[in-house]
């Protein structure tokens, strides 16, 4: 069975830093690109970041570029997002998944339950 | 950014009814579509993709359409589970962006 745990969530003051993971199982990790997607309270989703398979790809949403970084450890079948400079808009419930694709075509189909991460003085 | 437009953002049915939600791609985004459905304090569950393949295990009453710049999700006869929150999502070109969903409600 596939899962997806995330962790690390938590309350930080604003310009702070957290880290992210997301423990993989269940599947060949290391087969497949992973993402970041977030959802602030009450609101719709937003796509933050993808990794692919040997880390050797990060694309980033534009309002993250250059304080957030998605990495990757293949042994440990984990998925990190590291958050810098974190910003009130940054809260939100972010959720790890999984990026299956068939043939040409991509979509993400497993995500975890989602660790809430709130950026407030 | 590609802006995806839902509509309607809610949706009041009943039970039995057929139901059909549409969004609109700000510029053509081939067939590189997938519909979502949220349930309240749940993960997004993956419903279609590639426009119109159903995911695995997902009930045959849930359809998709379109290509270009303009896609449906139907839900042929509503069912009690049915009721939660659906959104599309481009994955033609980065950053993927979703519209900004349909509340689909118990009439």
């Known amino acids: 069975e596939v899962q997806l745990v995330e962790s690390g969530g938590g309350l930080v003051q604003p310009g702070g830093s957290l880290r992210l993971s997301c423990a993989a199982s269940?599947?060949?990790?290391?087969?497949?690109?992973m993402s970041w997607v977030r959802q602030a309270p009450g609101k719709g989703l937003e796509w933050v970041a993808n990794?692919?398979?040997?880390?050797?790809?990060?694309t980033y949403v534009d309002s993250v570029k250059g304080r957030f970084t998605i990495s990757r450890d293949n042994a440990q079948n984990s998925l990190y997002l590291q958050m810098n400079s974190l910003r009130a808009e940054d809260t939100a419930v972010y959720y790890c998944a999984r990026r299956g694709n068939s043939g040409n075509s991509i979509y993400f189909d497993y995500w975890g339950q989602g660790t809430l991460v709130t950026a407030s003085s | 950014a590609i802006q995806m437009t839902q509509s309607p953002s809610s949706l009041s049915a009943s039970v039995g009814d057929r139901v059909t939600i549409t969004c609109r791609a700000s510029q053509g985004i081939r067939n590189d579509l997938g519909w979502y459905q949220q349930k309240p304090g749940k993960a997004p569950k993956l419903l279609i993709y590639a426009a119109s393949s159903l995911q695995s295990g997902v009930p045959s009453r849930f359809s998709g359409s379109g290509s270009g710049t303009d896609f449906t999700l139907t839900i042929s006869s509503l069912q009690p589970e049915d009721f939660a929150t659906y959104y599309c999502?481009?994955?033609?070109?980065?950053?993927?962006?979703f519209g900004q969903g349909t509340k689909l409600e118990i009439k």
């Open positions: 999502l481009q994955d033609y070109t980065y950053p993927y962006t």
């Open positions: 269940g599947f060949t990790f290391s087969n497949y690109w």
């Open positions: 990794i692919k398979q040997d880390g050797s790809e990060k």
